[in-house]
């Protein structure tokens, strides 16, 4: 148990979010007296290994979320934008239809062309829905609707 203003902190290799173990390969945490000595050995954790995420608990222990995450810049970095979701959209959705006018042309005697095309529409399809349930999730955001 952690006393007063304790808390302890966790390693994760963020990109598989799996906790760093040591020498006997246990995961581990370190404790610290206060939010801020463990905010700053956190902080050149994260500068000394640009791979790893620290995840700072108080006296609740990981039943709740943490209290601090530090992690790389770069970390952030690897999330597919929006600029990027709409653009492969409609790079897919192009695609598809030159892979079915090209396959229309042989009177879909190949018919791998077309295959492919529904594929790439299906894939195209979930970044449309992607984007638009995080257009909705901002809107009721600005609206103040929370969502359950």
Not at 23 to 45: M, R, W, Y
Not at 110 to 129: D, G, H, Q
Request: glycine letters at 6%.
């Amino acid at each position: 148990m952690l006393a007063g203003s304790q808390v302890a902190v966790f390693v994760e290799d963020a990109r598989a979010e799996l906790p760093v173990r040591n020498s006997s390969n246990q995961p581990t945490c370190e404790l610290f007296d206060n939010i801020d000595l463990a905010g700053l050995h956190c902080k050149q954790v994260v500068i000394d290994n640009p791979r790893l995420r620290c995840l700072i608990f108080d006296s609740r222990g990981r039943g709740g979320g943490p209290i601090a995450v530090y992690e790389h810049p770069k970390l952030r970095t690897g999330e597919l934008t929006g600029p990027f979701r709409r653009w492969f959209s409609a790079t897919l959705i192009l695609a598809s239809i030159v892979l079915i006018w090209a396959d229309g042309r042989s009177d879909f005697e190949r018919m791998w062309p077309s295959i492919l095309a529904w594929k790439l529409l299906t894939t195209a399809l979930v970044f449309i829905t992607w984007e638009f349930a995080l257009f909705v999730q901002t809107l009721m955001e600005k609206r103040g609707i929370q969502m359950r």
